[in-house]
């Protein structure tokens, strides 16, 4: 009898779930109707349509810049979690933005956030779901383009051009350059505009200029001096740190070693690289493909072994602040990484937090002291043109409101008040006319630096004006002092090297994998610099062949076969 | 079956469906559960055998190259998911190896203790570990074993040893996951083999004294066989798994120094399927993890039918 009864129940649930999977195939169906336009031949077949629809409706939906009826559009927005930031959908920018929007072109503004640091997972689910931003913003080109693949995003081809009268401000800003960055060469198809560079610096080395003065050294001006100084650093432990010399770190990285030491990687590069070998290898930013790139990590590992970095970094993944801890409890001597990376967040930066925890003189100051070959500095710069990638995803039905949205926080004006707030609040204006950024509270707080998960299109000191940036830019970082952020400034800048842009169109080989390559070169380096030093070469050469028969070698093979059919044997751009 | 016959018992279903509907009610919950987060997914295994977009219909999308087994050819040409199928077993089988007696091992022990306040207090701080997530676990384990900051390795450094590399190197990363997995478990995989504990019937005990057992021979002889059932059902789920487990344990406790032993396919699954956008590939894998895991539960029921044992069906 209760074995019946099981049987029944089990027997409803099954024909439950029947109808449940029958109903979730209509659902599917249904919304398979809705966006037929999406796979990715019917893509290319609804775009025309909708340019048609444009051309015919055109720039005869605005008056005067506004729509006649209020439209309302999605905007993606970082959410950096900080610690006492202000809400990023709901702060003073975000309402002006919002007011903006809707008094010059009536079009009412969400704001949508998404985890900085998990944003392509993020924003894949979105986008999985169909419920992605209007406007979507990302730093993974790869991502863009899979998705553009799958039919859902919006080619922007003839859009651009057709509303190119109503957007002017966004031409002005972001040029042909960025607006066509990622044209495909054969096809045409812009699936994305590329946000612009304001601030080119990228990586300097920082050290610890208390403890220079402490063991009467100057600053290192070579690479061999930085040794030594890593060495008197770990040698005089007890004199810098006392009671807790046992916690000297003279040198500290993080797992991200082609990041956090890509000053050295970058001195051992061939200064004579022709464009076409760094494009072949540019897939990787970290350049681990780059021939010379395995003697600059046998250095770090005969640091590593000779006890001068750090032991555990490792074992810390993104976003770990062990590390930042550690170096504002004061106990690194020296590190690597973004160019104002100890002026950050005003009184929890790194500095402020050393002038706290261990003195007055207790601070960080940038260095130069790895040369190339050539007696250079040379370190990478950032290109000024293709940052941030602008994507529409095929769920916008606003494409026109979207783009002026492009266009309001490119206007001079607004990125000049999304980067520099209200006077009196979050800045000041200096004798020099100079903008002094200031430490702000609640909803005036900046989660970003400069505000630029807002300023989507602008990434760096701007204020709308070139003039007054560069005026500004050693006044940017409340509670630093000028002078140093001014020298860092200086010295990223030095020797810097222009990243150059080849477009030869997709890259096949590329597709999918970039997320398991760039965690299999992070295995790379990681396992090299914590090898013995007798293993070192057998350790970087099995780790390599991994990483190359993953998919590297995959892409070098293509770059190399598309470069030679664009430039033939050619070693340098035309 | 006569008529007269059916409708007797379809009256009798009446009455206990009246008696008992409420244990049904309650038991739809778990059912609904169960259907909406186990069944109607399984529509979508068919993306394993698809050339699949997020966007539009999995019905109407083409199949893949192959007969649709493309991903699945792909999947074993795959480097990594070849490291993440042969990590799966090592880890799988040594925690079964080891994790698995813990618990009996434990339940054994308490068992054999007297003093009830003290027997109740162990068993409550066995069972502690088990709701602490693994991302705490492995936070203590950071803080305990880093190679620098460890407290175990501040430690044997201070005694003038040399850091043992617990988590920074392939071998001793294999012995602290297995050893925290141990630990995380132990105690709350006794309470099953505890309640079979008790149903033993005393008797025996009281008549193997009589005959002049002493401890072991009474663990051995009396309780091991009592619980035999409940180990071979547990032991028969666990190789269910072998190719399994769970994903936050191994997300955990991975770094890159240690990827090439503690990748395993959930994790793998994870970075090609979710971050790297590959859906069908992950599909297949996740599809073929699952076939076998359920012919290695098949093959476990049958052997321990053919042993005598019960298994689970």
């Known amino acids: ?574 | 079956m006569s008529k007269p016959v059916k409708a007797q018992s379809n009256q009798k279903f009446g009455v206990y469906m009246k008696k008992y509907w409420q244990l049904y009610a309650m038991l739809a919950l778990p059912l609904l559960y169960l259907l909406i987060f186990k069944y109607i997914p399984m529509v979508y295994v068919q993306i394993a055998f698809k050339k699949y977009s997020l966007m539009g219909s999995i019905w109407t999308q083409p199949l893949a190259k192959n007969h649709g087994f493309e991903y699945f050819i792909k999947a074993f040409q795959n480097n990594d998911f070849r490291y993440a199928l042969k990590n799966t077993l090592t880890l799988n089988l040594l925690d079964l190896i080891f994790g698995f007696p813990a618990p009996i091992i434990f339940a054994l022990i308490l068992n054999e203790l007297c003093f009830t306040r003290y027997k109740k207090v162990v068993q409550t701080i066995a069972y502690m570990p088990h709701f602490l997530s693994w991302v705490i676990i492995y936070s203590l384990a950071l803080q305990l074993l880093a190679p620098n900051a460890g407290l175990v390795n501040m430690v044997i450094q201070n005694l003038g040893g040399e850091a043992i590399p617990f988590l920074n190197d392939e071998a001793h990363w294999v012995g602290s996951y297995i050893g925290f997995g141990i630990w995380q478990n132990f105690g709350w995989g006794s309470i099953v083999y505890l309640a079979a504990i008790a149903g033993i019937n005393p008797e025996l005990y009281e008549a193997a004294s009589v005959d002049g057992a002493g401890r072991f021979r009474k663990i051995w002889h009396i309780t091991l066989p009592g619980i035999k059932p409940t180990i071979v059902v547990l032991l028969i789920m666990s190789l269910g798994n072998i190719l399994g487990g769970g994903f936050d344990r191994p997300f955990a406790f991975q770094n890159n120094l240690v990827m090439r032993v503690a990748d395993v396919i959930a994790t793998f699954v994870y970075r090609v399927g979710i971050k790297g956008l590959q859906f069908s590939l992950t599909t297949a894998v996740g599809l073929f993890q699952s076939v076998v895991g359920v012919f290695f539960l098949l093959m476990a029921n049958w052997i321990s039918r053919k042993l005598g044992e019960r298994g689970i069906w």
Request: hydrophobic share 35%.
């Open chain 1, 1 to 574: 009898m209760k074995k019946k009864v099981l049987s029944m129940l089990l027997a409803s649930a099954m024909a439950l779930s029947i109808v449940a999977c029958g109903q979730s195939d209509g659902g599917a169906a249904t919304t398979s109707t809705e966006t037929t336009g999406t796979d990715a031949t019917a893509t290319e077949q609804a775009q025309p349509e909708a340019t048609a629809e444009a051309e015919s409706a055109g720039s005869s939906e605005l008056t005067d810049g506004k729509f006649a009826d209020t439209r309302s559009i999605t905007v993606e927005i970082y959410d950096r979690g900080n610690d006492g930031g202000s809400d990023p959908e709901n702060n003073m920018y975000t309402e002006y933005i919002k007011k903006g929007m809707l008094e010059e072109h009536n079009v009412e503004v969400t704001f949508k956030k998404v985890p900085r640091w998990t944003e392509t997972e993020d924003i894949n689910n979105l986008l999985a779901a169909q419920e992605a931003p209007d406007i979507c913003v990302t730093y993974s080109y790869p991502t863009v383009l899979t998705y553009a693949d799958m039919g859902g995003v919006i080619d922007l081809k003839d859009m651009i051009e057709d509303y190119k009268a109503d957007t002017p401000n966004l031409w002005a800003w972001l040029e042909d350059t960025n607006m066509l960055w990622d044209k495909d060469p054969k096809t045409g198809s812009v699936w994305a505009i590329e946000g612009r560079r304001a601030e080119q610096q990228r990586i300097v080395t920082f050290v610890r200029q208390d403890w220079l003065d402490a063991l009467n050294m100057k600053a290192p001006t070579t690479t061999q001096e930085f040794e030594d100084m890593l060495v008197a650093f770990r040698d005089n432990a007890d004199t810098l740190l006392g009671k807790d010399a046992s916690k000297m770190v003279p040198f500290s990285t993080s797992y991200d070693i082609g990041w956090r030491a890509n000053n050295i990687i970058t001195s051992f590069m061939d200064p004579k690289i022709t464009d076409k070998e760094y494009y072949i290898n540019g897939f990787d930013d970290r350049m681990v493909t780059e021939p010379q790139t395995k003697e600059a990590v046998r250095l770090l590992n005969k640091w590593y072994n000779d006890g001068l970095m750090w032991k555990d970094f490792a074992l810390y993944g993104s976003g770990d602040t062990t590390e930042d801890d550690m170096i504002k409890a004061g106990y690194v001597g020296a590190f690597q990484h973004n160019w104002d990376y100890v002026f950050r967040n005003g009184e929890d930066s790194i500095n402020a937090n050393l002038k706290r925890n261990v003195g007055e003189d207790a601070k960080f100051v940038a260095v130069d002291c790895f040369k190339n070959a050539d007696g250079k500095y040379a370190k990478w710069l950032y290109s000024t043109a293709g940052d941030r990638k602008i994507f529409f995803p095929t769920t916008n039905d606003e494409p026109l409101a979207s783009l002026l949205y492009l266009d309001f926080i490119s206007k001079p004006e607004t990125i000049k008040y999304l980067q520099a707030g209200d006077e009196g609040v979050t800045h000041e204006v200096l004798e020099s006319g100079a903008i002094q950024i200031k430490a702000a509270e609640g909803d005036a707080i900046q989660n970003s630096g400069k505000n630029i998960d807002y300023t989507i299109t602008c990434n760096g000191t701007y204020f709308g004006d070139w003039d007054l940036a560069n005026l500004s830019i050693a006044y940017g970082y409340a509670e630093a002092d000028p002078e140093l952020v001014d020298a860092a400034n200086k010295i990223s800048l030095a020797d810097g090297l222009e990243p150059i842009n080849v477009n030869v169109g997709v890259i096949e080989a590329e597709a999918g994998v970039g997320d398991t390559l760039s965690s299999k070169r992070d295995q790379i380096y990681d396992n090299a610099v914590v090898a013995a030093a007798a293993d070192f070469d057998s350790v970087w050469d099995s780790y390599m062949s991994d990483y190359l028969s993953s998919g590297g070698q995959a892409i070098i093979d293509e770059r190399t076969a598309k470069w030679a059919e664009y430039f033939g044997d050619a070693d340098m751009l035309p």
